[in-house]
């Protein structure tokens, strides 16, 4: 069934079941292979989007459910790959397999558009839904309040 | 570095064989370590181009521990370019061109830091040739700068770029005799250097095997049995067929032990027999992953489960109880006279630890990509051994190695899951079936349910002090898995591993249960369990003296070592040891520090991997007996080298941070069916729960060793020693929740 998304500000037509969950749509049908498949059931954050700007985990939304709303991956997060957050991320050398990474700063560059000098308590509540099987967490923290410091100075 | 036998042989349990029993027979991947080799060719590693750009090829797989930002900067530091000039490049598998490609076992730093430095001081050699035969001056005369050849008597000089055309036919000086760099004037190991892929990964580039696309690729998923070993005895094929995308359904039946060959005779149509190191199931293939994902619901299998199905996890636990006590079935190490020395104690003290089976849950499931066209295999391979996966698939699909092409990508964690190739064979042999390029994902249940576990296991002590509060008797007796002397792939215990010769009379036994399941190894194998077991253990006696765990570990690290009959000795350096211990202790103020209140702290070393770490923990646990990890110090002795002391921090970080989960996680068995399908039941550490680390390195003069594994296995016992402290009660049965406790 054709489906008109709105992804990274492109206006596309995809002709995918409704109930197909946006992740694999992203993934397999737009070639947006930067959204992670991780669990399936919304555990851990590896498919963080932005759906009309609000967090909205890929994998366990309908791709019919965002019709007519304004989805952003993490290839559409900045034009240039230069969001405070990417940069910071950089910076602070976060990765280590890299793999839940883009969920992990969509999620914090959607803390930032509405906190944008978050405290660790809001840190931590904000990103405990994004697991990093690598253990990164320190680094993101840091990297957390790196962008929100480089954000503010700009 | 020269690896000893003990090293070997943890390399070769480490390298994946499953437990076979008859069943399963994975081959070892492939060993590359000490085997003398001819020299490595410069040319194959760096590329110089005219305007001084350097492309230096990574040669192994980047699973999350860094070496392909480390292994580069060994060979830039030796070739002294600039860093910011260098380009890295993942290579393809070749082990001929490129040595080794395999990451296991802690071993991709010393296995390589050698010869990396090698290749990069030949290939600066080889520039300084070229550039004194143009100014026609003594070779003894130049030197380099960041990326330049210099004269210094005529002042000239000249960048790589310049040199690089008529250096790349040069041939290579002899590798071994390369003058290396003097370690103090390194201008890039040792400087924190950040990964080479943070833009690609940041920008969600399409870096890992999964994001792998190729013309014309089919998508594919396995229903396996849900018991191990279990095969299918029909399936509504015809049904799953007519599925919106659904492309080809196949029935995977059982191959014959050890081999390609037929052994099922099954009628069903649509049976194809499987490669050797497959699971049975049913395949399911269509356009998109999605198709062939939601076509499972449809699935309907009549499965014969086999011999596995009775298995339980109440059953295990009965039967260890019952091996524990009854005789041992196998000695492992007896000196001195241990029950006499029990007998004649002033305090013995006996405890039993428990652990269970966990799962990797890598956060990029198992996937394969592979084409197949006219006999020729192309295949993008998340492993941690593409080499031994490619000698798996052919072996398994009867190909030449030489008409199979594999390309290493980038893993989303490997943590020892990717050292048993299945998925690679599997991916092969779906390339081959429908004669085209397939990409195999696995779900996460598939993930969860059909893992190369981390083998559970029971540890009975009985522990004798003497009037003086010294340890004076030990006896371990290890209920484990396999049969007879043949254990499960992670589930054996070496007859050196502490306190072994450090106690005057000492006895360790072994007894095993049989297994239906594939067991493996998981980051630190058998060192994440037992050192948990075996330091927890070790605080429980000294407690018992009335000692400072701190003191009473340092005395049995001033024995002098039992040695082992036969001569084969510890490999374990015991004042590099208590040079860490000391380390953490000064660090963490382990002398004034103050417990009680729902507060304590705990101490733990260990030594694996030719790594040495102490650790202690600072915990808080509330009266509903939450733990909160305020703080772990931990303190590394990896020799005199740290190569990217970034990567080398978040190694430490990372290693932590998993420790943490592993004591929350299990896997159950009820009916031979793993129970845990996901992260909700089989937990990862969250942000919020991540305590805040100091790390201290302890610099020694000894050559440098890996980081990936040493610094995890004391982060458990130290952690649990802490709980102690703070409520005077003992974890001794992991998971946590099975000893009434759970993090905050």
Same mark, same amino acid.
Request: neutral net charge.
């Given at each position: 069934?054709?489906?008109?998304?709105?992804?990274?500000?492109?206006?596309?037509?995809?002709?995918?079941?409704?109930?197909?969950?946006?992740?694999?749509?992203?993934?397999?049908?737009?070639?947006?292979?930067?959204?992670?498949?991780? %669990? &399936?059931?919304? @555990?851990? !954050?590896?498919? /963080?989007?932005?759906?009309?700007?609000?967090? $909205?985990?890929?994998?366990? =939304?309908?791709?019919?459910?965002?019709?007519?709303?304004?989805?952003?991956?993490?290839?559409?997060?900045?034009?240039?790959?230069?969001?405070?957050?990417?940069?910071?991320?950089?910076?602070?050398?976060?990765?280590? %397999? &890299?793999?839940? @990474?883009? !969920?992990?700063? /969509?999620?914090?560059?959607?803390?930032?558009? $509405?906190?944008?000098?978050? =405290?660790?308590?809001?840190?931590?509540?904000?990103?405990?839904?994004?697991?990093?099987?690598?253990?990164?967490?320190?680094?993101?923290?840091?990297?957390?309040?790196?962008?929100?410091?480089?954000?503010?100075?700009? | 570095?020269?690896?000893?036998?003990?090293?070997?042989?943890?390399?070769?349990?480490?390298?994946?064989?499953?437990?076979?029993?008859?069943?399963?027979?994975?081959?070892?991947?492939?060993?590359?370590?000490?085997?003398?080799?001819?020299?490595?060719?410069?040319?194959?590693?760096?590329?110089?181009?005219?305007?001084?750009?350097?492309?230096?090829?990574?040669?192994?797989?980047?699973?999350?521990?860094?070496?392909?930002?480390?292994?580069?900067?060994?060979?830039?530091?030796?070739?002294?370019?600039?860093?910011?000039?260098?380009?890295?490049?993942?290579?393809?598998?070749?082990?001929?061109?490129?040595?080794?490609?395999?990451?296991?076992?802690?071993?991709?730093?010393?296995?390589?830091?050698?010869?990396?430095?090698?290749?990069?001081?030949?290939?600066?050699?080889?520039?300084?040739?070229?550039?004194?035969?143009?100014?026609?001056?003594?070779?003894?005369?130049?030197?380099?700068?960041?990326?330049?050849?210099?004269?210094?008597?005529?002042?000239?000089?000249?960048?790589?770029?310049?040199?690089?055309?008529?250096?790349?036919?040069?041939?290579?000086?002899?590798?071994?005799?390369?003058?290396?760099?003097?370690?103090?004037?390194?201008?890039?190991?040792?400087?924190?250097?950040?990964?080479?892929?943070?833009?690609?990964?940041?920008?969600?580039?399409?870096?890992?095997?999964?994001?792998?696309?190729?013309?014309?690729?089919?998508?594919?998923?396995?229903?396996?049995?849900?018991?191990?070993?279990?095969?299918?005895?029909?399936?509504?094929?015809?049904?799953?067929?007519?599925?919106?995308?659904?492309?080809?359904?196949?029935?995977?039946?059982?191959?014959?032990?050890?081999?390609?060959?037929?052994?099922?005779?099954?009628?069903?149509?649509?049976?194809?027999?499987?490669?050797?190191?497959?699971?049975?199931?049913?395949?399911?293939?269509?356009?998109?992953?999605?198709?062939?994902?939601?076509?499972?619901?449809?699935?309907?299998?009549?499965?014969?489960?086999?011999?596995?199905?009775?298995?339980?996890?109440?059953?295990?636990?009965?039967?260890?109880?019952?091996?524990?006590?009854?005789?041992?079935?196998?000695?492992?190490?007896?000196?001195?006279?241990?029950?006499?020395?029990?007998?004649?104690?002033?305090?013995?003290?006996?405890?039993?630890?428990?652990?269970?089976?966990?799962?990797?849950?890598?956060?990029?499931?198992?996937?394969?990509?592979?084409?197949?066209?006219?006999?020729?295999?192309?295949?993008?391979?998340?492993?941690?051994?593409?080499?031994?996966?490619?000698?798996?698939?052919?072996?398994?699909?009867?190909?030449?190695?030489?008409?199979?092409?594999?390309?290493?990508?980038?893993?989303?964690?490997?943590?020892?899951?990717?050292?048993?190739?299945?998925?690679?064979?599997?991916?092969?042999?779906?390339?081959?079936?429908?004669?085209?390029?397939?990409?195999?994902?696995?779900?996460?249940?598939?993930?969860?349910?059909?893992?190369?576990?981390?083998?559970?296991?029971?540890?009975?002590?009985?522990?004798?002090?003497?009037?003086?509060?010294?340890?004076?008797?030990?006896?371990?007796?290890?209920?484990?898995?396999?049969?007879?002397?043949?254990?499960?792939?992670?589930?054996?215990?070496?007859?050196?591993?502490?306190?072994?010769?450090?106690?005057?009379?000492?006895?360790?036994?072994?007894?095993?249960?049989?297994?239906?399941?594939?067991?493996?190894?998981?980051?630190?194998?058998?060192?994440?369990?037992?050192?948990?077991?075996?330091?927890?253990?070790?605080?429980?006696?000294?407690?018992?003296?009335?000692?400072?765990?701190?003191?009473?570990?340092?005395?049995?690290?001033?024995?002098?070592?039992?040695?082992?009959?036969?001569?084969?000795?510890?490999?374990?350096?015991?004042?590099?040891?208590?040079?860490?211990?000391?380390?953490?202790?000064?660090?963490?103020?382990?002398?004034?520090?103050?417990?009680?209140?729902?507060?304590?702290?705990?101490?733990?070393?260990?030594?694996?991997?030719?790594?040495?770490?102490?650790?202690?923990?600072?915990?808080?646990?509330?009266?509903?007996?939450?733990?909160?990890?305020?703080?772990?110090?931990?303190?590394?002795?990896?020799?005199?080298?740290?190569?990217?002391?970034?990567?080398?921090?978040?190694?430490?970080?990372?290693?932590?941070?998993?420790?943490?989960?592993?004591?929350?996680?299990?896997?159950?068995?009820?009916?031979?069916?793993?129970?845990?399908?996901?992260?909700?039941?089989?937990?990862?550490?969250?942000?919020?729960?991540?305590?805040?680390?100091?790390?201290?390195?302890?610099?020694?003069?000894?050559?440098?060793?890996?980081?990936?594994?040493?610094?995890?296995?004391?982060?458990?016992?130290?952690?649990?020693?802490?709980?102690?402290?703070?409520?005077?009660?003992?974890?001794?049965?992991?998971?946590?929740?099975?000893?009434?406790?759970?993090?905050?």
């Amino acid at each position: 069934m054709p489906l008109k998304l709105k992804v990274n500000n492109v206006v596309t037509t995809v002709d995918v079941a409704p109930d197909t969950p946006l992740l694999w749509v992203l993934r397999d049908v737009l070639d947006l292979t930067g959204s992670k498949y991780g %669990c &399936g059931i919304g @555990q851990c !954050g590896a498919c /963080m989007v932005h759906v009309d700007g609000v967090p $909205t985990r890929s994998c366990a =939304t309908q791709v019919d459910t965002v019709v007519g709303k304004a989805v952003t991956t993490i290839e559409g997060l900045s034009a240039d790959g230069r969001h405070p957050v990417q940069v910071a991320w950089e910076q602070v050398d976060v990765a280590q %397999c &890299g793999y839940c @990474q883009a !969920g992990q700063i /969509m999620t914090a560059a959607a803390l930032l558009a $509405t906190t944008p000098n978050p =405290t660790d308590s809001e840190i931590d509540a904000a990103m405990s839904g994004n697991l990093c099987r690598c253990g990164t967490y320190l680094r993101i923290r840091a990297a957390i309040h790196q962008a929100a410091a480089a954000s503010q100075k700009a | 570095m020269r690896l000893n036998r003990r090293s070997f042989l943890q390399m070769s349990a480490l390298a994946g064989g499953g437990l076979a029993l008859g069943i399963y027979d994975f081959p070892l991947a492939s060993a590359q370590f000490g085997a003398p080799r001819a020299d490595l060719t410069p040319q194959a590693f760096i590329k110089i181009a005219s305007d001084g750009t350097i492309t230096i090829m990574a040669k192994c797989p980047e699973i999350g521990q860094g070496v392909k930002t480390m292994l580069p900067m060994m060979i830039a530091e030796e070739l002294d370019a600039d860093w910011s000039k260098v380009r890295v490049e993942q290579a393809d598998l070749n082990e001929t061109l490129y040595g080794g490609q395999s990451d296991g076992g802690s071993t991709t730093t010393p296995s390589n830091y050698l010869p990396m430095r090698r290749v990069g001081a030949a290939c600066r050699q080889m520039l300084i040739s070229v550039a004194a035969k143009r100014w026609g001056v003594l070779e003894a005369d130049c030197t380099t700068g960041p990326c330049r050849v210099l004269h210094p008597i005529s002042g000239r000089s000249i960048g790589y770029g310049e040199l690089a055309a008529d250096t790349a036919n040069c041939a290579p000086p002899s590798l071994s005799s390369v003058k290396l760099k003097d370690p103090k004037d390194f201008r890039i190991l040792g400087k924190a250097t950040l990964n080479v892929d943070n833009h690609a990964i940041v920008t969600g580039k399409p870096l890992f095997g999964i994001d792998v696309k190729v013309p014309g690729m089919l998508h594919a998923v396995i229903e396996r049995s849900p018991v191990f070993g279990g095969k299918v005895k029909s399936a509504n094929l015809d049904e799953i067929k007519k599925l919106p995308g659904v492309r080809n359904v196949l029935i995977i039946a059982p191959a014959s032990a050890g081999s390609a060959g037929p052994a099922d005779t099954t009628t069903e149509p649509g049976t194809v027999i499987a490669a050797a190191g497959m699971e049975p199931g049913v395949a399911i293939v269509a356009d998109s992953w999605w198709q062939a994902q939601s076509a499972r619901r449809s699935l309907k299998v009549d499965w014969d489960a086999g011999a596995g199905a009775d298995q339980t996890s109440e059953k295990f636990d009965q039967k260890a109880a019952e091996l524990i006590s009854a005789p041992p079935q196998n000695t492992l190490r007896t000196y001195g006279d241990v029950d006499g020395a029990l007998k004649g104690a002033a305090k013995v003290v006996e405890a039993t630890y428990a652990y269970p089976f966990i799962a990797h849950g890598t956060l990029e499931p198992m996937d394969a990509t592979a084409s197949y066209k006219d006999g020729k295999l192309e295949m993008w391979a998340t492993s941690q051994s593409p080499g031994g996966g490619k000698s798996q698939v052919a072996r398994a699909l009867n190909m030449q190695a030489t008409d199979i092409t594999v390309h290493i990508c980038r893993v989303g964690g490997g943590f020892g899951r990717r050292l048993t190739n299945d998925y690679m064979v599997e991916g092969a042999w779906l390339a081959k079936q429908v004669g085209g390029a397939v990409k195999l994902v696995w779900s996460r249940e598939d993930d969860m349910t059909h893992d190369a576990y981390r083998p559970g296991g029971y540890h009975a002590f009985k522990g004798g002090l003497d009037a003086q509060g010294k340890l004076v008797a030990w006896r371990q007796h290890f209920i484990t898995y396999g049969e007879g002397q043949r254990y499960a792939s992670g589930a054996t215990l070496d007859a050196t591993e502490f306190p072994s010769g450090r106690v005057p009379s000492y006895a360790l036994f072994a007894s095993a249960q049989p297994l239906i399941l594939r067991t493996g190894a998981l980051r630190a194998p058998g060192h994440n369990a037992y050192a948990w077991a075996i330091k927890a253990f070790v605080d429980e006696m000294a407690t018992a003296a009335g000692r400072d765990p701190l003191e009473f570990h340092l005395e049995l690290l001033s024995a002098t070592p039992v040695p082992v009959t036969g001569g084969r000795g510890d490999s374990m350096n015991a004042e590099r040891l208590k040079g860490v211990l000391q380390l953490v202790a000064e660090k963490s103020g382990w002398a004034n520090r103050k417990s009680g209140a729902g507060k304590g702290f705990g101490l733990a070393c260990h030594y694996c991997h030719a790594g040495y770490f102490a650790e202690v923990a600072e915990v808080t646990v509330d009266n509903r007996n939450r733990i909160k990890v305020n703080k772990v110090w931990a303190a590394g002795d990896v020799g005199n080298q740290i190569m990217n002391p970034s990567g080398a921090e978040a190694q430490v970080q990372g290693a932590i941070i998993e420790g943490m989960s592993q004591m929350a996680q299990e896997i159950t068995i009820r009916d031979g069916r793993p129970q845990q399908t996901n992260y909700n039941s089989h937990p990862i550490l969250r942000l919020r729960q991540a305590p805040a680390i100091e790390l201290y390195w302890h610099m020694t003069e000894f050559p440098p060793t890996g980081l990936g594994e040493p610094a995890l296995p004391p982060v458990l016992p130290a952690i649990a020693n802490a709980v102690f402290a703070a409520t005077g009660k003992r974890i001794r049965t992991l998971p946590l929740a099975r000893s009434g406790f759970s993090w905050a």
